[in-house]
Nanobody, 121 residues
Framework: QVQLVESGGGLVQAGGSLRLSCAAS????????MRWYRQAPGKQRELVAG???????NYADSVKGRFTISRDNAKNTRYLQMNSLKPEDTAVYYC???????????????WGQGTQVTVSS
């Protein structure tokens, strides 16, 4: 079964750091773009960062200079390094990816289950 599994969330004080991981498991041929979203209580889900299959990254303005998205292709894993965390970063963080399951097939979009990040002031 193909799935995305997130880990690394938790409780941290303002100014601290966390690293989220998103591992793609199952019979996967390729990982195309992967993105991190977050959703705070009462707010819409928002795009935080993304990385393409060629390694091009993009970030929301609110996290530029603090968050870094990276990848380990050998482990089918993408990471979100979050530094200088602020209380407003508190949210459930979700990874989202376009996964190719076989050559020539259109990639399918998958979501992880989410991981809670709480930043205390």
């Amino acid at each position: 079964q193909v799935q995305l599994v997130e880990s690394g969330g938790g409780l941290v004080q303002a100014g601290g750091s966390l690293r989220l991981s998103c591992a793609a498991s199952g019979n996967i041929f390729s990982i195309n773009a992967m993105r991190w979203y977050r959703q705070a209580p009462g707010k819409q889900r928002e795009l935080v960062a993304g990385i393409t299959s060629s390694g091009i990254t993009n970030y929301a303005d609110s996290v530029k200079g603090r968050f870094t998205i990276s990848r380990d292709n050998a482990k089918n894993t993408r990471y979100l390094q979050m530094n200088s965390l602020k209380p407003e970063d508190t949210a459930v963080y979700y990874c989202n990816a376009d996964l190719g399951l076989a050559p020539g097939l259109r990639p399918l979009n998958y979501w992880g289950q989410g991981t809670q990040v709480t930043v205390s002031s």
